[in-house]
């Protein structure tokens, strides 16, 4: 089959799918019955949802603004479409967007629409343009991020929740990119036969009805309490839901001072009211995580209904035993609460409680220890390269510079994986020690000499070439940075190495992936003639940084 013949029925398949969605959304609560996403009904088996639920809209409405969006998926992406790619970030997304909710947004009962997969195409499209038009993929991917960056920090875009006539869920959105991101991770760049992703803390998806309660554990093995409610109301003692304009104005006029000692008073309250009993002994909460003056005042004098609900957060450090029988008792000014446990298995447990009542005895469990301490160590590996490896994400971003172009990065980067994987397993395995500071004199060292080099190798009309001889530094100097994450290695521990061990490099890998697509993103926005002199400034800046650590830190030595 041709090149063209696939984009035909890649095109043909997208208006296939914008079809059967507007079916779908013409045969109304029949359909959505029978396929939207229910938390209950997933957790009693019937994890189809976890797709059919991108198929099935709140209203025309709402499906006519998806299928919107899948014909500027053909207009955009169509000279890197094929059914098979077509149809393979289409069902990850779905999935990862169905089973990231399922495990890490309890209070979220339910769900329908395509947006979240859509953003999994335009992700995956994005990273595809980049290696094939690196401009145009550069702008693309660029927009992506700044909308999802917009929706993190503010909000819905103006006008979203009334085109749709409904509350949108943002980590769809999110979820959904990760999954076009993993798409493309698996089909183009890495060998790898799985991915895990990062559970984050439960936390808000949209304001609830009420109160909702979520019990569950932890990555840390802590039994976690998170209260969604419409807190500016419960701090300022107002009935809970949307505050008056009475209350509003109220509110506007409070210092943050004033604001504070509410919010103190609110927290004090829920604290000496909330008890976990377990074996006939009750438990109050250790530490309460509160959300800070600005966001309880953007959310109370915020008119839209759909508002994000603002998570407290309440952590016990009682020594509860896994599948052990607990109850929970909620002060009773939070009204009545829908208690949601998290459960790691088929069933989860759903009550509602009236105020200031007990909770009917519930089982509570957590990720299996494997997946806890793997998802640990893929987070802490990330996170040792942006943002807390300056010295690492300086030398691959001296990479992405010499050849801004995607597959001579990624070689680059692939070695220089190898190279460190090998002494991080050796300094764990116990097999060599060199002294630290040594190691890191000789990092910062290596940062300033492949700076230097780029600027070296840019001499005349020249640009740095993919060499045996530049590859086997790289591999070298990988050697030293192994090293170096051995000492952030070290803080996971050495019971049961190899799964910390392996998720580690797998979370360096994609935070080194993650400076590597910044940067020719960036790259790819400049001017054409813009581009050469920031290759050659910006790996000078690298090199003069470099240099100054290795001053400094050899001056430590002495």
């Known amino acids: 089959m041709g090149r063209a013949d696939q984009r035909r029925r890649a095109i043909f398949g997208l208006a296939g799918l914008a079809l059967l969605c507007l079916g779908l959304a013409a045969l109304g609560d029949l359909a959505r019955d029978g396929l939207a996403y229910r938390r209950a009904l997933v957790a009693e088996g019937e994890v189809f949802r976890l797709l059919t639920a991108h198929l099935v809209h709140l209203n025309p409405r709402h499906a006519g603004m998806n299928v919107l969006g899948l014909a500027l998926i053909g207009a955009v992406l169509y000279e890197v479409l094929t059914p098979g790619a077509l149809a393979f970030v289409g069902v990850l997304s779905g999935l990862v967007i169905g089973i990231g909710l399922f495990l890490a947004w309890p209070e979220v009962w339910g769900y329908v629409g395509m947006s979240g997969v859509l953003h999994g195409w335009f992700a995956w499209g994005g990273l595809r343009l980049v290696a094939v038009r690196p401009w145009f993929g550069g702008v693309f991917w660029g927009g992506l991020g700044v909308k999802l960056a917009w929706e993190t920090a503010v909000g819905p875009t103006p006008g979203a929740s009334g085109a749709i006539g409904g509350t949108i869920l943002l980590a769809s959105h999110l979820l959904g990119a990760a999954g076009g991101a993993l798409a493309f991770l698996l089909r183009r760049m890495l060998p790898v036969a799985l991915i895990l992703l990062w559970i984050p803390e439960p936390g808000s998806a949209h304001a609830p009805e009420g109160t909702v309660a979520t019990v569950g554990i932890d990555a840390e093995d802590r039994l976690v309490v998170t209260i969604e409610t419409h807190l500016t109301a419960f701090f300022l003692r107002e009935p809970l839901g949307v505050l008056s304009p009475a209350a509003r104005t109220r509110l506007a006029g409070l210092s943050d001072a004033d604001l504070q000692d509410y919010i103190d008073g609110g927290g004090a309250y829920i604290l000496a009211g909330t008890r976990l009993t377990a074996g006939g002994t009750a438990y109050s909460p250790n530490r309460l995580r509160v959300p800070s003056v600005a966001q309880v005042r953007a959310a109370g004098l915020s008119t839209d209904p759909h508002t994000d609900a603002i998570p407290l957060v309440l952590v016990f450090d009682a020594p509860v035993t ?181 998720f580690f490099n797998l979370g360096v890998e994609l935070g080194q992936i993650a400076v590597i697509l910044v940067l020719l993103t960036v790259f790819a926005l400049l001017p054409r003639a813009a581009r050469r002199p920031v290759q050659i400034g910006g790996s000078a800046a690298i090199g003069l940084i470099g240099l100054y650590w290795t001053v400094e830190r050899a001056a430590t030595a002495l």
């Open 322 to 502: 896994r599948d052990a029988a607990l109850t929970l008792t909620l002060p009773p000014l939070l009204g009545p609460v829908q208690l949601a446990v998290t459960v790691w298995g088929p069933l989860a447990s759903v009550q509602t409680l009236a105020p200031g009542a007990v909770s009917a005895p519930f089982e509570v469990s957590g990720p299996p220890v494997f997946l806890t301490r793997a998802l640990r160590a893929l987070e802490d590996g990330a996170l040792h390269v942006v943002p807390f490896g300056w010295d690492h994400a300086l030398f691959v971003g001296a990479l992405a510079l010499a050849l801004p172009l995607f597959w001579p990065v990624l070689v680059q980067a692939s070695v220089f994986t190898l190279a460190h994987s090998v002494t991080l397993a050796a300094v764990a395995l116990g097999v060599i020690q060199l002294p630290p500071l040594g190691v890191e004199i000789a990092i910062a060292a290596s940062i300033a000499l492949i700076g230097f080099a780029n600027v070296h190798g840019f001499r005349g009309a020249s640009q740095p070439a993919l060499t045996r001889a530049r590859l086997g530094v790289i591999f070298g100097f990988g050697l030293l940075h192994g090293i170096g994450f051995a000492g952030a290695f070290a803080a996971l521990g050495r019971d049961g190495l190899w799964v910390p061990l392996i």
